[in-house]
């Protein structure tokens, strides 16, 4: 959908037949997980150098990645056979050739460090904070396997935020297919327009959720829309959470300045607790 800014409402004077333009009206935001609500980047890059020594390698992780989540994607691959193979090229592509059990232990190795390496971004207790105080709901919308990522989201604090969680290991359909963004509306009963999903991934996220019909918004933290990538017509774009709000509230009447919240809330909770 095309969000229209609180300056274009249409002026009535001369079009006495024509209705008063009216914005949205928003009940839900969706939300990817990795680098968007969790720094995924820095915590696979830590693990690489712990594991290696070197700090080059993200690059061919995140390719090999990409190259394997697409068989996932396209119905080839199951996510456990996935993580497995996906080890496998990447050592191959170093130069080491190992046994099935040797990949299986670097793998093994690899989940127990990231697993103590996951940070929230600093703008994101606050958003989810100001998001729940305007009695919106919020999805999480993530093309990650299931067990992997909801221990992810519970062990960070975020699970309590959540009114539903969409995991394309467990739907068997991934962004940016237009059903994946549907069946989440679907879940909580709102219709696609009254959504928006935010995400980093400027294809997959933002065009995806656009073309599904919810509002769409590419959260470019690293400003690659300022040296090179650009969103398209009905795409915004963020560099941050903290910019959310304002983004909100300039196009939906509906959602006002929220009342501040009590202590006893899940982002409270986070900040006051283990984390």
Known sequence: MDFAAAAST??????????PWV?????????????????????IRRTLYALTGRGDLWPLWDVITEEHVALVVAGELDYDVMHHRRTECFLAELGIVVEPVQVGAFEARRREIL??????????????????????????????SGVHQRRKIAELGLSPFFDHVAIAGELGVAKPDPAMFRSVCLALQCAPGQAVHVGDKLDTDAIGARDAGLGA????RDGTGQVGERAPAGVYTLSGLGELPELLVSEYATVGVPAQRATGTPAA???GGVF
Not at 10 to 19: D, I, V
Not at 23 to 43: K, Y
Request: overall charge negative; some cysteine.
């Open 10 to 19: 249409p002026s009535l004077a001369g079009n006495p037949g024509r209705a």
């Open 23 to 43: 914005p949205p009206e928003l009940r839900l935001v969706c939300l990817d997980i990795d680098d968007t609500l969790i720094d995924c980047t820095a915590a």
């Open 217 to 220: 918004v590419w959260l470019d």
């Open 269 to 271: 909770r986070v900040r």
């Open 115 to 144: 697993a103590r390496s996951w940070r929230l971004f600093d703008d994101v207790l606050p958003c989810l904070e100001w998001l729940r105080a305007a009695g919106l709901q919020i999805a999480a919308v993530t093309n990650a």
